[in-house]
């Protein structure tokens, strides 16, 4: 499996990625996964507040194969839906870096408005 | 009409390569949401024309991009062939000059080398014009294409006997740029197919350069008559003849007759001579006609 890794750029320089995109980094942080998998996922953690539909999760997936961010990891069929066979997607390394660096930055974002008293120090 | 068909068909507002890439994944995915949601909701469908409506626009605008940007690249390397040939257009021009200006040559070959510089310098300008992509934008480009397109007609008019180069080079290589001109932003297949032309007569012109030579006699050819002639009249031309041939230079020419058919022998070269009528013969493999009286 060839993917196209654009050597040299910090994971910083992806900063600051799309919401869509974060959450498909984040979805795959867990292991490799299907497409349907990923949006379950990622309606799941959101709490249903992002639903991607498989136009924006495929157009967001190219991107991120042609980035490096996620590779292929061929196609199976899912063992509990038991169908047609799926292609997986899982994150590669500089993927992981980048979306480690995102959440530390997301985080300091958060912590910034915490010592502002804008928001308290537990989520509602 | 099943909601899966429906969605096929939303699926072509999708590109093709993205299509090919995603579809069936695509298809498996909108299976999954029909079986854990009630697709005959209008909500459930607001939400799939949507999906599509926020994503295809920006992937097919993603996909032009890309064409484009290849399309360009193309255009560039077909310009920089065209700067390449009109150079080699006209060193080839000179070249048939110098080797016709060693016999006795006529006003309307003149003409027809003269228009043949002129036609390469304007493919060169061409060329140009294309890699500088000037604030006219190709309108220059279009412009010296169509003069040369007339030059090389009027000289091929004047001078029928070009070599095949000069024919790709001349016609070939214009009408295949001024299609690609014409549709350069949109990666149709016509324009896809003119680059393509570009390309085919860029890299066979140089063969066929390398074959041509100065006055090429191919197409002469198929309007050379070979009319018989008796014995007799075989006969009446056999002799020594002093003969100017319009690209040998003057020579003295032995005729005799080989086997039924005569023959000349100039300069230790033997050419068979082919009769035209009214007293004139053509040497084999020699453009102009001469008369023997």
């Known amino acids: 499996m060839v993917t196209k890794r654009r050597a040299g750029r910090p994971p910083e320089a ?58 292929e990891g061929g196609e199976r069929a899912d063992p509990e839906r038991g169908d047609e066979r799926r292609r997986y997607y899982r994150l590669t390394q500089l993927g ?29 | 009409m099943s909601a899966e068909h429906i969605y096929r068909l939303l699926l072509r507002a999708y590109p093709p390569d993205f299509r090919a890439e995603y ?16 697709a005959r909701t ?13 994503s295809a626009p920006a992937l097919r605008a993603a996909a032009w991009r890309e064409s484009t940007r290849t399309m360009e690249v193309i255009m560039k390397l077909a310009a920089i062939l065209t700067v390449l040939l009109g150079v080699l257009g006209i060193a080839g021009a000179v070249v048939e000059w110098v080797a016709g200006s060693k016999g006795a040559i006529d006003g309307r070959y003149v003409l027809a080398v003269v228009l043949g510089v002129f036609a390469s310098a304007l493919l060169l300008g061409a060329g140009v014009a294309i890699l500088l992509q000037t604030r006219w934008g190709r309108q220059p480009a279009r412009l010296a294409l169509f003069a040369s397109l007339v030059s090389m007609a009027a000289a091929r008019l004047l001078f029928p006997w070009m070599s095949i180069f000069s024919h790709l080079v001349g016609f070939g290589l214009p009408v295949a740029l ?19 032309l570009v390309l085919v007569f860029g890299l066979s012109a140089p063969a066929a350069a390398a074959q041509a030579k100065p006055g090429d006699t ?34 003295v020419v032995r005729i005799f007759e080989e086997n039924g058919v005569l023959k000349a022998l100039s300069e230790a070269e033997t050419r068979r001579l082919l009769y035209q009528g009214d007293g004139v013969f053509r040497p084999d493999g020699v453009m ?3 008369r023997i009286q």
């Open chain 1, 96 to 124: 992981l870096s980048v979306v480690r660096a995102e959440a530390r930055r997301l985080d300091a974002m958060v912590r910034a408005a915490r010592r502002k008293k804008l928001i308290g120090e537990r989520p509602a």
């Open chain 2, 218 to 251: 191919r197409r002469a050819a198929a309007t050379v008559k070979d009319l018989p002639l008796t014995a007799a009249q075989r006969q009446s031309f056999v002799g020594s003849y002093s003969v100017t041939l319009p690209l040998g230079g003057g020579s």
């Open chain 2, 178 to 196: 001024l299609i690609a001109l014409y549709w350069p932003r949109k990666p149709s297949t016509l324009g896809a197919a003119s680059i393509v």
């Open chain 1, 14 to 71: 992806y900063l600051p990625l799309p919401p869509a995109t974060f959450h498909i980094l984040l979805a795959l942080a867990d292991g490799e996964l299907h497409g349907y998998a990923i949006m379950k996922g990622v309606a799941a953690r959101s709490e249903g507040s992002v639903r991607l539909g498989p136009g924006t999760l495929y157009g967001s997936l190219k991107r991120l194969l042609k980035a490096g961010l996620v590779e």
């Open chain 2, 288 to 290: 102009e006609g001469v």
């Open chain 2, 42 to 54: 209008i909500g459930f469908w607001a939400a799939v024309v949507w999906d599509v409506a926020r």
């Open chain 2, 23 to 38: 579809g069936r994944e695509m298809v498996l995915i909108f299976r999954d949401q029909c079986q854990e949601n009630d």
